[in-house]
């Protein structure tokens, strides 16, 4: 029996997308025992998924103490692992992977690292270009598998697996008009659009449209979202009472919900786990090409400013990728809600007035 490792010390939507890889090395090794390091908040997404059989939950903080970061590569390699896959390829997972002696470490090289050992048996290039819609972060971490092992029938699909229980959640069952999860701000202020134009946004489609509108938001943000509420105008449509912190309760509460409209972030990449019809409003620092998986169009749907201004900025390497991160606002600035709009009202006319 294969033993299996999948290192994603990253976001939620990171971990929810390498879920892949347990999902698909099944098939492979269908009788191999696989486990999960994540940091601790973001081990929901991994909760009942039949394909993972135990999560290693560390917390981040904790683990930037050199002492507590050998104290769980020990731990790790305490466990003999035969695969190990790195796809983030932080320095924290590097080390593991070089420590644990695994017959298999497969890892993403990352260009800009210059600290040159060996760290992976199989180190495997990111893929140029993405040639799929699920999008290129998903299409890199099944290139792991398939770069060594045999994958005949890749599954590109993130999923969660809820309970009937959690299937039964019934918070919003006293609204009887489609309730729109808005995702105001994203996780972090990088990601967050302006304020007066998340407003404007919710107050277009609350004046459009017979809907309900959820907050969302992370718990430390509440006081930043109740800045946006106080700009909106059509605050009746607006629904503050309901709000999880607990993180498995808010996927069942994106479960009972009928859309999401939000920040990119990894609130999308549950919505799509979930089968909920998604608009995704993209930081201009973030490259669309990675992260917008399964779009089409109808269903799932995105904006980015370098779609409405192409020429804006000639290259997206690294070094440009970061500079627009320390500072996008300005760049967000000229993603007006009217441009947004002319994505954002035919997707709705599809889900809300068919």
Same mark, same amino acid.
């Given at each position: 029996?294969? &033993? ?34 994540? #940091? ?40 003999? #692992? ?69 994958? &005949?029938?890749?599954? #590109? ?50 004046? &459009? ?33 309901? #709000? ?78 970061? &500079? ?31």
């Amino acid at each position: 029996m294969k &033993k299996i490792l999948v290192i994603q010390n990253k976001r939620i939507g990171d971990v929810l997308i390498s879920s892949v890889i347990a999902n698909n090395i099944k098939q492979v090794f269908p009788d191999s025992k696989i486990d999960y390091f994540v #940091y601790d908040y973001t081990a929901s997404v991994l909760t009942n998924n039949p394909n993972i059989d135990f999560v290693i939950e560390a917390n981040d903080k904790s683990l930037k103490n050199i002492f507590n970061l050998f104290k769980a590569i020990r731990k790790v390699k305490k466990q003999n #692992y035969d695969i190990i896959f790195d796809p983030y390829a932080k320095f924290q997972s590097r080390l593991m992977c070089l420590f644990s002696k695994a017959k298999y470490r497969i890892g993403l090289k990352r260009k800009h690292k210059t600290l040159k050992l060996p760290f992976y048996t199989h180190p495997i290039s990111f893929l140029d270009h993405k040639t799929k819609i699920c999008g290129k972060a998903i299409e890199d971490r099944i290139n792991l598998i398939s770069s060594v092992f045999d994958l &005949k029938t890749p599954d #590109y699909n993130p999923k969660l697996f809820l309970t009937e229980e959690e299937k039964a959640y019934n918070k919003l069952a006293s609204y009887n008009k489609p309730v729109i999860m808005f995702g105001v701000l994203g996780s972090t202020p990088q990601k967050s659009m302006p304020y007066e134009y998340i407003a404007e946004l919710i107050d277009y489609v609350a004046s &459009k449209y017979s809907v309900n509108i959820l907050f969302n938001y992370a718990p430390h943000q509440k006081e930043e979202a109740l800045k946006i509420y106080d700009l909106c105008h059509e605050k009746t449509a607006i629904i503050l009472d309901i #709000y999880e912190k607990d993180f498995r309760d808010f996927i069942c509460l994106m479960n009972a919900c009928d859309m999401l409209i939000a920040n990119e972030g990894g609130i999308v990449h549950i919505a799509k786990a979930l089968n909920k019809p998604t608009f995704t409003i993209f930081s201009p620092y973030v490259n669309k090409d990675h992260w917008a998986s399964f779009e089409d169009g109808k269903f799932h749907v995105s904006t980015h400013l370098l779609e409405e201004k192409p020429n804006l900025f000639n290259e997206f390497t690294f070094e440009e990728r970061k &500079k627009i991160e320390e500072n996008p606002h300005e760049l967000y600035k000229q993603l007006t809600p009217e441009m947004i709009l002319k994505k954002l009202t035919p997707f709705l006319e599809n889900h809300l007035n068919a």
